[in-house]
């Protein structure tokens, strides 16, 4: 079994930072993709960046330049660093994992964590 613990969301006022963190722990044989997700009220849970195992990155437009996605893989830990926060920003930010545990690779999620940017 796989668990995904999330921290560091919080509240900020526009222009601030955050840094989050996604840690992996239980069984299995690797971790490949990491990314972050979120997902505003009323909204569609949107994709905000994702590493590679080889540590690839992409980013969604909105965020390019502003956010850093990064991996430590002896700790199974990704994280999202965010600066210049906007309020639009605003969401609930998920990460998702994709991990093998024996032949096939499943994805996992982590619980979410509020991410607020006050104007």
């Known amino acids: 079994q796989v668990q995904l613990v999330e921290s560091g969301g919080g509240l900020v006022q526009a222009g601030g930072s955050l840094r989050l963190s996604c840690a992996a722990s239980?069984?299995?044989?690797?971790?490949?993709?990491m990314t972050w997700y979120r997902q505003a009220p009323g909204k569609q849970r949107e994709l905000v960046a994702r590493?590679?195992?080889?540590?690839?990155?992409n980013y969604a437009e909105s965020v390019k330049g502003r956010f850093t996605i990064s991996r430590d893989n002896a700790k199974y830990t990704v994280y999202l660093q965010m600066n210049s926060l906007k309020p639009e920003d605003t969401g609930v930010y998920y990460c998702?994992?994709?991990?093998?545990?024996?032949?096939?690779?499943?994805?996992?999620w982590g619980q979410g964590t509020q991410v607020t940017v006050s104007s």
């Open positions: 239980g069984s299995f044989v690797h971790i490949g993709d």
């Open positions: 998702n994992i994709g991990v093998l545990t024996g032949p096939l690779w499943n994805d996992y």
């Open positions: 590493i590679s195992r080889g540590s690839s990155t």
